[in-house]
């Protein structure tokens, strides 16, 4: 079966294609060379007029695991808001914040998405992640595991364990997890906050273990780096929130110590003190710091206004922030010696000064950072809002005159307080296909995603253009999955299954007897229950494991 | 599998049969038996030993598998108010369920329903604080528990997360105090290494009892004396344990918690804690009791958005935690029920006159027989799978011990949908 897109525009950043029109070929799922003149062409769609690009990639978005459960069961009104019927073709259930899985997966497929990635998946909790990514259905995924506040990590770093056991015992999680990447989440923080420690800054020594996030951020960007691991360290910096805290960004990304690392929604990092709120902007000295360090890369983690639900490990900082919970109800949980999870539902409030800076930090974040390949687009979905309002903020970031329009609605003391309306900076097609698409493939190790050149997997999104960019991208044309079409006119047309990405990393198995040891004598599981199967993913029929390595990759 | 009729040995078995979720169980299978050499239970024993011949059956008289599938796919597609309860199953078992329900539109229940929601209201309105099984074992220094049934429902609490024989916390261990909070005056605690303190009270009075504690803790006065029973000068002691604990842990279970307000119970519990993490660390452990509980609750809620009591019959899912349960489905016109029972065989469906669909381990009990039997097999024992804990965290992989020709929930499930797809597709 030879398909044919013919005419389209092509906004291939990876290959340098900007907006020049090629006509792709999909054979197989995969896009092909221009066959043979003569060649018979099964199908062909037109795509004259239009855009064209890879499928889209969401690098961090909180679609699957507990903590994403536990929101869901926190929200039955905001659910009954947006219900989803039953067709022909696609399951019931609900969307808004927190929504059902299978939603999920047709909400982003309708947007253009092709590829989702879960950030926060704590290696107890793994299996169940991925059952729900089993569930999510149209996309591809996978998820980062979570380490850092793990006490086995924290036990074999405050005993001086050298680094090569602990590279054997990260690359031992990325097997039992079955996960794509390594995420750190406060580092030390949520054990810490288990010993009842409330703050835990840097340089700040763990009162349980005298381990600081500095040094646990260096040894798994190490080991992330020595393992051949494709994507970098994940890192949700110490405190979140605080404001101030731009200065614990600034040391978090020094703590790299020059290796790859990845500071994830890094809006909500980029506070300063000034003013008589005490609460400010510091996005151009986060900015500056990208800018400075080519090791870094960031997503944003924009917040958008309205209601939401925060879902996250960090317990330290969901507890302190139970305050600003909308509807009144939180929820913290210590897990297992592993790490911890805090769901607080929140309404951000364009009226509020803090929320309305805190949109204003997003968008500055977006437009002083230069280097669109080191940045990308998230609103670390749920906890800045909803996924599905990223063809919003695309709009915001492209239509100068639509982003001042929508500052003249915020709080006035934060829109004097931004830089925004001095900040011209409009993306291009070219830049958003990079931040969406290219950006996060490269990040991710995904060699054959986030382009449209030979031998990439057939994930296409096609868009009618359109001077409002909001339209633009929340109705694309044609979705391609695999090469099948699966949206037209942004309704779904046919239901697949995508696969799970993971990354198996060689090691030295004797750290397994070490591992197994501290199950049987602490936990509560038997290491032979937690490791996830390979073949747990096979049963199901939903598509697979993809067995990703430091050198290449191989399909399981 | 295992085919051989030579005994089978399997290490690190994971046990169905409570909440706990062990999976530290050491088995002998011979001739489709097991038998247990480690880390067995009063639970686990019972629940690995299945009798009843397999055969389905139509009316009380013995069908093919065939037959009772398009009999069950006659009597649930062609029901306007089908009802699904039960839900003693898996992940895969759910997930077909899940798909059937969403295809005839149906309301879902479990049949610890009432349990479950118990604590899920409170989550739903104000949230809590709260723990795992593996943080309890190595880090508490205080454990507190409602109710003195709790050991019988879960057989190894006290051995493997109470009184354990090593924690990382091990001076949290040393210093752990266990206090057994409701019950009769007459129960006698079990024998363990961590001191034990019971205070019998009755379990209705248990909200009254953790409010004087919560009183005391934050130095309120009170009105009572002698709050629940106990006067307040024996509830000070406990109270200052409580204010003073590093890490303590309040675990209940919430059948075993009387009255029909079991939420206010645990609201009471969970305000508690709240006001024990403004100084210190402190969490509740709601502990589900098994039969499939978070497997279902987990499951419809990521598929559908709702934590059961749930009816698809309008095309998209419908919440009502109170008017969805089982019993008042049943009693509000509900003209078809398929109940599904692997695990526990005490749980058959409901007496009703409402024609039934019964999925169940061979030797389930029956009040009478339903329209429809299929017998299926037990996940952990007949087949693989996976199940969630009752801390609602951790699953684990379930995993066949021994050959039968007993078809899973999920196969059956499957079946069914297929049978009422094929019967509505135009001819």
Known sequence: ?556 | MPTSEDPLSFEHVPCPFCGLLCDDLRVRVADGTVELLDGGCPRSQSGFTVAGDGAPRIAGDAASLDEAVRRAGELLGTARRPVVGGLGTDVAGMRAVLALSDGIGAALDHVHGDSLHANLRVLQDRGWITTTLGEVRNRADLVVVLGSDLFDAFPRLIERVIAPSSAMQAEALQARRLVVLGGPADWSAPATDVPVHYQPAAMEDLAELLSALRCLINERPLQADTPAGPTLDALRPLAEQMSQASYGVLIWSTPSLAGTHKDLTVQCATGLIEDLNRERRFAGLPLALGDGDMSAYQVCTWQTGYPLRVDLAGGFPRYDPYHLSTARSLADGADALLWISAFNPTHGPPDTQVPTVVLGRPDLQFPHQPEVFIPVGIPGLDHGGTAFRGDAVVSLPLRALRSTSLPSVAAVAQAISERITSTEAPC
């Open chain 1, 1 to 556: 079966m030879l398909t044919r897109l013919t005419g389209g525009a092509l906004y291939d950043p990876a290959r340098q294609i900007n907006g020049e029109v090629h006509d792709l070929y999909i054979r197989d799922g995969q896009i092909t060379a221009a066959p043979e003149p003569g060649t018979l062409v099964d199908r062909e769609y037109d795509l004259r007029g239009k855009v064209v690009m890879a499928g889209a990639i969401d690098m961090h978005t909180h679609i699957g695991g507990g903590k994403v459960n536990i929101a869901r069961t926190m929200l039955p009104e905001d659910h009954a808001a947006d219900p989803v019927p039953r067709t022909g073709l696609s399951r019931s259930g609900c969307g808004h914040a927190a929504p059902s899985t299978l939603t999920t997966g047709y909400r982003y497929a309708q947007m253009g998405y092709t590829a989702c990635f879960e950030p926060a998946v704590l290696p107890s909790n793994a299996r169940h992640a991925h059952l729900e990514l089993g569930d999510t259905p149209m996309v591809d995924k996978g998820g980062y595991a979570m380490l850092g506040s793990d006490e086995l990590l924290l036990h074999l770093m405050a005993t001086g364990t050298d680094q090569a056991a602990i590279n054997d015992y990260v690359a031992w999680t990325l097997h039992a997890s079955q996960c794509l990447g390594i995420k750190v989440v406060n580092p030390g923080g949520i054990s810490a906050f288990k010993f009842n420690q409330r703050e835990l800054d840097v340089d700040e020594a763990s009162a349980s273990h005298g381990v600081t996030p500095r040094d646990i951020i260096r040894t798994l960007t190490r080991a992330v780096y020595e393992l051949g691991v494709p994507h970098p360290l994940h890192v949700h910096a110490s405190n979140l929130g605080v404001p101030g805290n731009f200065t614990t960004t600034l040391k978090t990304m020094e703590a790299a110590e020059g290796l790859p690392v990845h500071l994830t929604h890094i809006q909500f990092h980029s506070y300063g003190t000034e003013g008589d709120r005490k609460f400010s902007s510091a996005a151009a000295e986060i900015a500056e710091a990208v800018r400075r360090m080519p090791n870094v890369t960031v997503d944003v983690g924009q917040i958008m206004f309205g209601q939401t639900v925060t879902a996250s490990g960090d317990t330290m900082h969901q507890y302190a922030n139970r305050r600003f919970a909308h509807p009144h109800k939180w929820m913290c949980m210590d897990i297992e010696c592993d790490a911890g999870c805090g769901v607080v539902p929140f309404r951000y409030r364009d009226k509020n000064f803090v929320n309305a800076l805190q949109w204003a930090i997003g968008l500055e974040l977006f437009l002083d950072i230069d280097d669109p390949w080191r940045v990308f687009l998230t609103t670390d979905h749920p906890n800045g809002a909803p996924f599905t309002s990223y063809p919003h903020l695309i709009r915001l970031l492209m239509d100068r005159s639509f982003r001042n329009e929508m500052l003249t609605r915020i709080h006035p003391d934060a829109a004097a307080h931004s830089r925004l309306s001095s900040l011209d900076r409009e993306y291009d097609l070219y830049e958003i296909a990079i931040m969406t698409r290219a950006g996060p493939a490269r990040v991710l190790g995904l060699d054959d995603r986030g382009h449209l050149g030979e031998g990439a997997t057939a994930d296409i999104t096609v868009y009618n253009p359109d001077d409002n960019r909001e339209r633009m991208f929340e109705t694309p044309a044609y979705v391609f999955k695999d090469g099948e079409l699966v949206v037209r006119d942004g309704q779904l047309v046919k239901v697949v299954y995508g696969r799970t990405h993971t990354v198996h990393p060689d090691y030295d198995p004797s750290i397994t007897r070490r591992v197994q040891r501290y199950f049987e004598k602490f936990q509560t599981v038997r290491m032979e229950n937690f490791m996830i199967g390979s073949d747990e993913f096979s049963d199901d029929g939903r598509g697979g494991l993809v067995v990703h390595t430091g050198r290449g990759r191989s399909e399981a």
